[in-house]
């Protein structure tokens, strides 16, 4: 039985993903020019710094359009940024090696489970 409110069903469309991983490029590259203003710029690292501190980039497309209407130049970094990011991480993704990943956790997670579960007689 599959539960619609835990897993969703196996048609998704990985929107969800999709929007995941836009929030986590944006994250990072937020990070990045944080620390290049950090090291180039500290007036407009102690700004931008400010800035995230009070408007959190978990949510990509509403963090950039409020940096958009303080700071332009900024939120262009960090769309420039955060595309070269995902450009970098495009190119060194392995499809499979994530997928031996998951299933070698998911047979490690079952292997502890198995020994959790199984106690041999003590003499």
């Known amino acids: 039985v599959v539960v619609d409110e835990i897993a969703g069903q196996y048609e998704d469309s990985y929107e969800d993903v999709d929007k995941h991983l836009m929030d986590y490029f944006t994250f990072k590259a937020v990070r990045t020019v944080l620390a290049q203003l950090y090291e180039m710029n500290p007036s407009q690292y102690i700004w931008f710094y400010n800035f995230v501190g009070n408007n959190k980039p978990q949510d990509s497309k509403v ?6 209407k303080e700071r332009q130049e900024l939120a262009e970094r960090v769309m420039v940024t955060r ?22 956790q998911n047979l490690e997670l079952l ?9 041999l007689p003590s003499d």
Not at 63 to 68: A, D, G
Not at 111 to 119: D, G, P, S, W
């Open 83 to 104: 595309l070269h990011l995902f450009g970098k991480w495009v190119k060194k993704y392995s499809h499979e090696n994530m997928y031996n990943a998951i299933s070698d």
């Open 63 to 68: 963090f950039i359009r409020l940096l958009v």
């Open 111 to 119: 292997r502890e489970r198995l020994i959790q579960t199984v106690k």
